[in-house]
């Protein structure tokens, strides 16, 4: 996950078909289950409004609480917020990471990485949404930790990248650029997703692989042209 950090976006959201993340699987195991159903309904209202327009009424009423009972679990709404960015980037390296080979040539490596990451954003898509429109809200400190969360994503495609176009001899400002083109692609697709359209996680993550290892393989054969 990439993007850089920017304000609240106002309307322009796509239609939500549901939220795709089952409460006792995507959030972390010592969380309540009433802590849980009210990260789950936060997540819709902070896809569907944003941030600021989404009250606590909101993210209670959905649950059946009073608003009062979301201070009962988190001392701010930007807490809620952060719970949720916090987990939607850990669960996203941790697929990430286990999607990598442990050897292997390195096309295999970029593809699996490529596709781990875009898959993961097509079947979460609605948190990773959140994830991605939502940075401006947290607190310096919350900002500061998801940053370098981040970065590891940055990192584990740097490398994939590195391995393809032959690190001993490849331009690292392009092994940089290839890898932000990389992630960029892959988290975009949070921005237009939709679980009822006609791509599913496994085709757009097998295309965005070929398309990333097609641009890679494009940067390795340059050639220097002659003065």
Not at 53 to 64: H, L, M, P
Not at 72 to 101: D, M, N, Q, Y
Not at 133 to 160: C, G, K, M, W
Not at 204 to 222: E, I, K, S
Request: proline content about 5%; glycine content about 6%.
């Amino acid at each position: 996950m990439v993007a850089k950090r920017r304000g609240p976006r106002r309307g322009g959201h796509p239609p939500l078909v549901r939220l795709d993340e089952p409460s006792e699987k995507f959030w972390d195991e010592d969380l309540s289950d009433v802590t849980k159903a009210l990260l789950g309904s936060a997540v819709r209202c902070f896809a569907e409004k944003g941030f600021q327009a989404t009250t606590t009424r909101d993210i209670t009423g959905q649950v059946g609480l009073t608003p009062g009972a979301l201070y009962v679990h988190f001392a701010t709404k930007e807490e809620v917020l952060f719970e949720i960015v916090r987990s939607g980037h850990r669960r996203a390296l941790e697929t990430l990471r286990a999607a990598l080979p442990a050897d292997g040539d390195p096309e295999t490596h970029l593809r699996r990485a490529v596709a781990a990451f875009v898959e993961w954003h097509a079947e979460h898509h609605t948190v990773a949404r959140v994830c991605q429109n939502e940075l401006t809200p947290l607190s310096p400190e919350h900002y500061a930790e998801i940053h370098d969360l981040r970065a590891q994503f940055t990192i584990v495609f740097r490398d994939a990248v590195r391995r393809l176009v032959d690190g001993a001899t490849a331009d690292p400002d392009d092994v940089s650029r290839l890898a932000r083109s990389i992630l960029s692609l892959g988290v975009d697709l949070v921005r237009w997703y939709r679980v009822d359209g006609t791509d599913t996680p496994a085709t757009l993550g097998a295309f965005y692989a070929d398309l990333a290892v097609h641009m890679t393989a494009a940067v390795r054969d340059r050639r220097p042209t002659s003065a």
